[in-house]
């Protein structure tokens, strides 16, 4: 393909990029905002992106598309994430959060490494089209767990 050197250099440099430019907004938005809503609303509009973009991908635009939807999603991410941090000591207990959080740490880790070769094997097995339609799926899931979420009052956390 040719700019395929400097389309895949744009695609590894845009979620450190976008991370650098649109934390700091998402972590605004996380304190003066509902953290939950935020994270369920990033996780609804994932899963519409990578929905419509499952159906409207075409194979001639796909590095582009690919582009657009991590630029995206890392935009959501963001925001996302930051609303996690914060709401985090919201719905552990205090005298839990060290256990949780070393678990926490060690999912995170094997869905870093495990998340995207999963990724490949779907999308070579079954296509981008189905990749982006799981993708659609685990972000509906993700933000309807999310909106089941009990927020811990403080008067309970030391309970």
């Given at each position: 393909?040719?700019?395929?050197?400097?389309?895949?250099?744009?695609?590894?440099?845009?979620?450190?990029?976008?991370?650098?430019?649109?934390?700091?907004?998402?972590?605004?938005l996380?304190?003066q905002?509902?953290?939950?809503e935020?994270?369920?609303?990033?996780?609804i509009?994932?899963g519409?992106?990578?929905?419509?973009?499952?159906?409207?991908i075409?194979?001639?635009?796909?590095?582009?598309?690919i582009?657009f939807?991590n630029?995206?999603l890392?935009?959501?991410?963001?925001?996302?994430?930051?609303?996690?941090?914060?709401?985090?000591?919201?719905?552990?207990?205090?005298?839990?959060?060290?256990k949780?959080?070393s678990?926490?740490?060690?999912?995170?880790?094997?869905?870093?490494i495990?998340g995207?070769?999963?990724?490949?094997?779907?999308?070579?097995?079954?296509?981008t089209?189905?990749?982006l339609?799981v993708?659609?799926?685990?972000f509906?899931?993700?933000?309807?767990?999310?909106?089941?979420?009990?927020?811990?009052?403080?008067?309970?956390?030391?309970?």
């Amino acid at each position: 393909m040719n700019n395929g050197g400097i389309l895949l250099a744009l695609y590894q440099s845009s979620e450190i990029l976008i991370s650098v430019f649109f934390n700091f907004l998402g972590g605004a938005l996380s304190d003066q905002n509902n953290r939950k809503e935020i994270i369920w609303h990033c996780d609804i509009i994932s899963g519409l992106i990578c929905i419509v973009l499952a159906f409207f991908i075409h194979q001639d635009l796909l590095i582009y598309d690919i582009l657009f939807i991590n630029i995206s999603l890392s935009i959501l991410s963001s925001c996302r994430n930051s609303a996690y941090k914060a709401i985090f000591r919201e719905i552990v207990y205090l005298d839990h959060i060290s256990k949780i959080n070393s678990f926490l740490e060690i999912a995170k880790e094997v869905v870093q490494i495990a998340g995207p070769l999963g990724a490949v094997v779907v999308s070579n097995f079954l296509g981008t089209k189905i990749s982006l339609i799981v993708d659609e799926i685990t972000f509906i899931v993700s933000g309807l767990l999310i909106r089941k979420l009990t927020i811990i009052t403080f008067s309970l956390v030391n309970y």
